[in-house]
């Protein structure tokens, strides 16, 4: 099973439309969240980072379920600019809390959004 | 500031030979992580680097792939005897801190294409 697992899309959406993904994690250690986007050929950039209480940056919004090992990330009204590959991303941490120092990505979920 | 550089942003090499990736990250980032991405993949987890010590090279694929970093800044990943299974985008990225605590920065990526 792979360590993060994350809808494998692609999605199509119009404009305006909200989109969903979702992304489940197997390391109950995990305990640091992200969402990055990866734009065509490009490298990827931080989009959010995932707290426990959910949070939200305008359009986006993210959750995170801890008991269910799920993370999910919400975009209302999408932009033609939305496109792009959504990678979920998680951290583990030692008993002490120090991170191991690596990230480990999820596939990506493709999203195209159309006029 | 600069981002994260590195060189060359494309090669191609005959199976067998040896290449050198480079990377330069963040000035005052004590993090540097080496990524590799094949085709239509996720990120695949190579090395870290906290300071000039590797404590983790646990993504390394084979013992033809090995990295250093001096200085606490430039860092070089060095693949023998190159593959055709060794081309992919090669990704670093630096962080003021470990992984998890700080956000992560991506460098364009070096595109190695064995022939």
């Known amino acids: 099973r792979k360590e993060v697992e994350q809808d494998p899309g692609p999605f199509n959406v119009p404009e305006g439309a909200t989109v969903a993904f979702n992304c489940t994690y197997s390391n109950s250690a995990s305990q640091s969240f992200f969402w990055y986007r990866q734009d065509c050929r490009k490298e990827p950039k931080l989009l959010m980072s995932?707290?426990?209480s959910g949070n939200e940056d305008g359009r986006f919004t993210a959750q995170l379920n801890r008991a269910s090992q799920y993370i999910s990330l919400l975009i209302r009204d999408s932009k033609l600019s939305d496109s792009a590959t959504y990678l979920c991303v998680v951290n583990i941490r030692n008993a002490g809390g120090t991170s191991y120092g690596k990230l480990t990505f999820g596939q990506g979920t493709i999203l195209t959004v159309h006029p | 500031g600069a981002g994260v550089s590195q060189s060359p942003s494309n090669k191609v090499t005959e199976k067998g030979k040896d290449v050198e990736l480079r990377c330069d990250p963040i000035s005052g980032h004590t993090a540097l992580y080496w990524y590799r991405q094949s085709l239509g993949q996720g990120l695949e987890f190579l090395i870290y680097f906290q300071g000039n010590s590797a404590p983790d090279k646990s993504g390394l694929p084979s013992d033809r792939f090995s990295a250093e970093r001096t200085g606490g800044s430039v860092s070089t990943l060095t693949i023998q005897r190159t593959q055709q299974e060794d081309s992919a985008v090669y990704l670093c990225?630096?962080?003021?801190?470990?992984?998890?605590?700080?956000?992560?920065?991506f460098g364009p990526g070096t595109r190695l294409t064995v022939l």
């Open positions: 990225a630096s962080s003021q801190r470990l992984a998890g605590e700080s956000e992560q920065f």
């Open positions: 995932v707290y426990s």
